[in-house]
């Protein structure tokens, strides 16, 4: 078993749902995409995590923070 982090990603129009590791998100969406959608930007990794990271990146660079 391999401690690599894993990410969910989510494709609506195909209504799947899927973890990859961190290192292949990149390469399996794109390819997902290329293969089923004509290269269209279908397949991403799940909303609701990309804006928690947002967040988390956000904070830790200070640019939530209150004046």
Same mark, same amino acid.
Request: charged fraction near 30%.
């Given at each position: 078993?391999?401690?690599? @982090? $894993?990410? @969910?990603? /989510?494709? @609506? *129009?195909?209504? $799947?749902? *899927? *973890? /990859? @590791?961190? +290192? ?8 997902h995409n ?8 279908? +397949?991403? /990794?799940?909303? +609701? ?6 967040? /988390?990146? +956000? ?9």
């Amino acid at each position: 078993m391999s401690d690599e @982090p $894993t990410v @969910p990603v /989510v494709c @609506p *129009t195909c209504d $799947t749902e *899927t *973890t /990859v @590791p961190l +290192a292949e998100v990149e390469d399996a969406v794109e390819s997902h995409n290329d293969r089923l959608h004509d290269g269209e930007a279908v +397949a991403e /990794v799940d909303p +609701a995590l990309a804006e928690q990271l947002a967040d /988390v990146i +956000a904070e830790d660079m200070g640019l939530l923070d209150e004046e």
